[in-house]
C-alpha cells in the first residue's frame, strides 16, 4: 500500500540496550550505538492512504498516528521494530492489526499548527491496551540536514523495512519503500508523554528532534525474514 506521511516529528531518547531487551521479543535485540539503544515517539498525519496503485480509500485515506519504535537488524537488514501504533482511525487499525501484525491502538487525536508550530494531541482509547497519552508541540529550527550516511539521524531514520512476528514466534519482516529522509532540526515542548508506561519504560532528560514535512512511502506485505 501507498501513504503520504506528513509533518512528522521524530523523539528520539537514549536508553539502556537491556532496559528495552526486557521488553522485546527474545528473537530480536535493539541496536546499540556508542553504548546505547534508542526508542523514537513519532506522530503526524497520514494522508492519501490507498492500495498500490488505486485511488485513496473512502473514510480512511487521511488520519494521525503515533507510533513508538526502536530499531532492530536481522540478516544484515537494519529496519524498525513497533512498540505501538496509535491511530485516529478504527478502520486503519483494523486492518493494520490484520495485514501487519502490529500493535495498533484506537486513539483520540487532534493536530493543529499555526505560526509553523504543530500541536499534537493523543489519547488512546482501545480497551485492550495499556493506557497512553501524548501532548506535544513542535516546529522546524533550521536548515536541512545534509545526506550524512554516518551521522546519528540517519542511522537512526534511514531504515527501510520493518519486524514483526507470526503466530508462532518467527520474524516476518515488510519491505518500507521511500526516498531519503529529508530531514530538519526540531524544537518543542512535549507537555504530556505517557507512550512507555504501558512498557515499564520511563523517558528521561530532553529527546533528540527531528522533522520532517512530508515523506512519500510505499509499504509490501509481511513475509518471513
Not at 539503544?37 to 492519501?48: D, H, N, S
Not at 487521511?62 to 526502536?70: A, D, G, K, M, S
Not at 536548515?143 to 551521522?151: G, K
Amino acid at each position: 500500500m501507498a501513504q503520504t506521511w506528513r509533518r512528522l516529528l521524530f523523539a528520539h531518547w537514549a536508553v539502556d540496550p537491556d532496559a528495552l531487551r526486557r521488553v522485546m521479543p527474545p528473537q530480536l535485540r535493539p541496536d546499540v550505538r556508542e553504548g546505547s539503544a534508542w526508542l523514537a515517539v513519532t506522530p503526524f498525519r497520514v494522508e492519501g492512504f490507498r492500495l498500490r496503485g488505486l485511488p485513496p480509500l473512502p473514510f480512511v485515506s487521511t488520519f494521525l498516528e503515533v507510533n513508538v519504535r526502536t530499531y532492530v537488524t536481522v540478516d544484515e537488514r537494519p529496519g524498525i521494530y513497533f512498540f505501538s501504533l496509535d491511530a485516529s482511525s478504527h478502520l486503519a487499525v483494523a486492518g493494520a492489526r490484520r495485514t501487519y501484525r502490529l500493535p495498533y491502538f484506537r486513539a483520540r487525536m487532534s493536530m493543529s499548527g499555526g505560526d509553523g508550530v504543530v500541536e499534537m494531541r493523543s489519547d488512546r482509547v482501545s480497551a485492550d491496551g495499556p493506557a497512553a497519552e501524548l501532548a506535544c508541540g513542535y516546529r522546524p529550527d533550521g536548515e536541512r540536514l545534509p545526506q550524512d550516511e554516518e551521522s546519528l539521524e540517519r542511522w537512526l531514520t534511514e531504515r527501510y523495512c520493518l519486524y514483526t512476528l507470526d503466530d508462532r514466534g518467527a520474524i516476518q519482516r515488510g519491505e518500507i519503500h521511500h526516498p531519503p529522509w529529508s530531514l530538519q532540526p526540531a524544537s518543542g515542548t512535549i507537555a504530556v508523554n505517557s507512550m512507555t508506561d504501558g512498557l515499564g519504560l520511563s523517558l528521561d532528560g530532553a529527546p533528540l528532534l527531528h522533522y520532517s514535512e512530508r515523506q512519500d512511502v510505499v509499504l509490501w506485505m509481511i513475509e518471513p525474514a
